[in-house]
Each structure stands twice: as C-alpha cells, then as structure tokens.
C-alpha cells in the first residue's frame, strides 16, 4: 500500500472532523435579544447590568462563561456577575426555559431580562448584549 493515498485521506479526514465540529459548536452558541421578563431580585445592587449566569456542576462551557464575565466585570465596574447552579435554583432555569447550560441573562438595572446568552459566547457578543441593555434602559427610562 502506498503511504501517499493512505496519508492524504486522514488529513482529509481530519480536516473535514475539524469544520464538522466548528460548525456545531456555533450553531449551539446563541444570543436572543429582548427576552424580556423581570427578575429585579436577580439584579445586583449598583450594576448598570447584571449578568446572572446559570450553571450546572458538570457543565466544562460554564467554566469559560464564568471566566469571561469575570473579565468584563473587572474592566467594567458598573457590571456584575452571579452564578445560579440550576441544581440548587431549579425555579429559575424553569421561569426562563433553561435547557442547556451555561445560560446567561442579560438584566438592566431595573431587573428587565434584556439578552439571553446561550452557551460559551464570544466575549464580544457579551460586551455587545452588556452595551444593549445599558441602551435600553437609557431608551426606556
């Protein structure tokens, strides 16, 4: 058997698993806007926007979710993280039909749900959403 051929088809392979996997992975990825809904007892006292993250203890993309709001809350003091472990809250993911984890809502100040992240979201699909719902509020106070 020549090696060529034989080398040629696993990079291929490979290759083709890589896009495959891209391509789901984004596809599990989502940000809805104006979701509505208000949990004033979710927001944090002070933030301009909270973003109230719901986990699950054997969630890996919850890990890289709650790394990046740790970010944005450190570069951007008027924002605020909590994290919900849907096991101990289940009242909560069911008000707002969670069914994968990590979700992540978007709240204003005045608690109105204004963006719902699903899944391990780009950081700049976060500070999009934050940006958004400081807008609204602006808009709608």
Known sequence: ???LPALIVIVALVALATVLGFTLRA???RVASGCGGDE??????????TLVQLSSPVCSACVAMRRIATELVASDGTVAHREIDVIDEPDVARRHSVYSTPT???LDRDGHVRSRLIGAV???????????????????A
């Open 40 to 49: 004033h007892q979710l927001i944090v006292d002070g933030a301009e926007v």
């Open 122 to 140: 780009k950081p700049a699909d976060v500070r999009a959403a934050v940006d958004a719902a400081r807008t609204l509020a602006v808009v709608t």
């Open 27 to 29: 596809r599990n990825t």
């Open 104 to 106: 992540t809502l978007v």
């Open 1 to 3: 058997m020549d090696v």
